[in-house]
């Protein structure tokens, strides 16, 4: 018998779907940026006018569906326009990781070859260096409210985006598109390796977008106002600046006051956010910025944390100061949402933090695996068996940009992320280690994680690190970078830190050494910087006395 179709609307999903809600449904919902003097104010209704404008701009500078449009920008409205306006006119968004080193920026560059890009005035100081080596790009446009671009960047002429769209129509006549295309690529901030492009499509996008609304997973709703602190830079803002289109948030851009805690509970606080979303660093400064100033928000309902594993302590502060966090787990190649820590119906009070620390539930529409580093078998969810998390669905990467890394996707079709962790039976995910951080001692694995985050929880200690190096008996033995806390400084001794963790991790996972350092190196996101301690790191001391070491 022949199959029989569904009679369903072949309809395209793609961002135009987006920009379509944001100008029919929610016209009057405000997007706030932060400037250098106060905030500026618009509307979806006035945005969406600009981002026709925009798209008749790019098209009058020759852009086609497919080329690249690459980005330099903070947390703006200038940068939610260009989300809207490129993939909805068929070309590729490049957000650019503007914590990059120059040499990665160009290699980016080149490698998605990027023809047109705009840059925020405060950053044109970055591309300075890449003067002469980006040859594909063949316009600049400047984003500025007013600042010249510095005089001597070497980058010749740059045209300006305001100028750029008084000169359009606010009619622009958007393509049909189709959902396989490219949308926008962001590449992978290199923690581990070298950067490779990630390339969405307007269907992954799409669906993604309805995946992050979920009540389960990040929740937004139409009452809702966002201050995402997340780059849009990088693996999409976590696919906020489209859920919050698609749900009618508030949006509220802090530019580039990211990094800056008082910056960014002002804002929170005049604009009346309910949800901020941000890496744990974000985070520590964060809850120690109210604590030492007093201020609360009272309206925030939710915290949304991923990135990197947040650590027990920084949890029961943010608790403890009214902030209630949510957990969660993703990557740039997962768009990114992967896993969504809410503690299941039933679960026993004594048990939800616990439950809220891990790395959660995978989320409807994405399917997930463990399994054996060696024979590559799965391995069972029982809360003890540890391998590497792999991945499948319809918002997961199947290759990177120019074929790298074909090996990312097994023989079946699974992304592996090079995440280890162990599966409980009702299907938490507890992330152990990434495969390359993980210390492989006498055999056994040692989780790095458990342990910054049981160094961590030292209420002398603010920030810890811990790397495997080489060690003639055992492989590698584990060796703790640690920061006190400011009042601790040159107060806190290594056998103290040991002490404190006999009874929280096996005897033969203490560290050999705890090294006191000024700040973790941060990656250009935000997270431990781990390639940066191995490289200056100095060997183990053979004299030191071995804590852990049977
Ligand atoms: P990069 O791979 O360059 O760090 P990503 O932002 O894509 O850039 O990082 C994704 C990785 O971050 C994940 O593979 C995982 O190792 C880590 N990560 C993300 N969220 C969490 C989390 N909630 N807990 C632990 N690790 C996390």
């Not at 609307?9 to 250098?36: A, C």
């Not at 980016?108 to 300075?128: G, H, M, R």
């Not at 001794?493 to 006191?516: C, G, H, S, Y």
Request: glycine share 8%; proline share 6%; aromatic share 8%.
């Amino acid at each position: 018998m022949p199959a029989v179709e569904g009679l369903m609307q072949d309809y395209e999903l793609s961002i135009q779907h987006v920009l379509w809600r944001i100008e029919r449904m929610h016209p009057k919902k405000e997007i706030v940026t932060k400037r250098e003097q106060g905030y500026h104010r618009t509307t979806n209704g006035d945005m969406v006018l600009r981002i026709n404008q925009l798209a008749g701009a790019l098209k009058r500078l020759g852009v086609k569906p497919g080329d690249r449009v690459a980005t330099l920008a903070w947390n703006n409205y200038r940068h939610l326009e260009l989300y809207y306006a490129v993939p909805s006119m068929g070309a590729v968004l490049h957000t650019l990781n503007l914590r990059l080193f120059p040499q990665h920026l160009e290699f980016i560059i080149n490698d998605a070859e990027d023809k047109v890009l705009f840059v925020d005035q405060t950053l044109v100081a970055l591309l300075k260096p890449l003067a002469g080596k980006i040859p594909s790009i063949k316009t600049i446009i400047l984003m500025t409210d007013g600042a010249p671009a510095p005089a001597d960047h070497g980058l010749g002429e740059m045209l300006d985006y305001e100028t750029l769209l008084k000169a359009e129509n606010d009619d622009y006549a958007w393509p049909k598109l189709s959902e396989r295309m490219a949308a926008a690529m962001c590449y992978t901030s290199g923690t581990t390796g070298n950067p490779k492009g990630v390339v969405y499509s307007h269907r992954s996008q799409f669906i993604h977008t309805m995946g992050v609304l979920q009540a389960d997973n990040l929740g937004l709703t139409e009452k809702d106002t966002v201050l995402p602190i997340v780059p849009m830079f990088h693996a999409n803002s976590w696919g906020l600046p489209y859920a919050c289109g698609m749900a009618g948030c508030k949006v509220l851009f802090p530019d580039r006051f990211m990094g800056d805690a008082k910056s960014i509970v002002e804002l929170a606080e005049q604009e009346d956010a309910t949800i901020l979303a941000g890496v744990p660093t974000i985070w520590i400064n964060t809850a120690t910025f109210l604590k030492e100033s007093g201020k609360r928000l009272p309206k925030v309902h939710t915290v949304i944390c991923g990135g990197s594993a947040i650590p027990r302590s920084v949890m029961e502060a943010m608790d403890g100061l009214g902030l209630r966090m949510l957990h969660a787990w993703g990557m740039t190649e997962t768009s990114p949402l992967g896993s969504v820590a809410r503690p299941r119906a039933g679960t026993d009070p004594k048990d939800e933090l616990n439950a809220r620390l891990t790395q959660g539930m995978i989320v409807p529409g994405v399917e997930i695996r463990i399994c054996d580093a060696a024979s590559g078998e799965e391995l069972p969810w029982d809360g003890v068996a540890f391998g590497e998390i792999q991945v499948r669905g319809p918002w997961i990467a199947r290759g990177y940009h120019n074929g790298y890394d074909p090996d990312k996707l097994t023989e079946d079709g699974w992304f592996r992320t090079g995440d280890v962790a162990k599966i409980s039976p009702e299907g938490y995910i507890q992330i152990v280690d990434r495969t390359k951080d993980v210390i492989k001692s006498g055999g056994e694995w040692i989780s790095s994680v458990e342990l910054e985050n049981a160094i961590m929880a030292h209420p002398k200690i603010l920030e810890a690190a811990v790397i495997g190096l080489v060690h003639p008996k055992w492989d590698e033995r584990p060796v703790a970078f640690a920061v006190p806390r400011p009042e601790f400084k040159g107060q806190v001794t290594q056998a103290e830190i040991v002490d404190f963790l006999r009874d929280k991790v096996a005897k033969w996972w203490l560290p050999d050494e705890v090294r006191f350092i000024d700040e973790v190196p941060k990656t250009s996101v935000g997270k431990f910087d781990k390639k940066v301690l191995r490289a200056n790191a100095a060997p183990i001391k053979e004299s030191a006395a071995p804590a852990g070491r049977a």
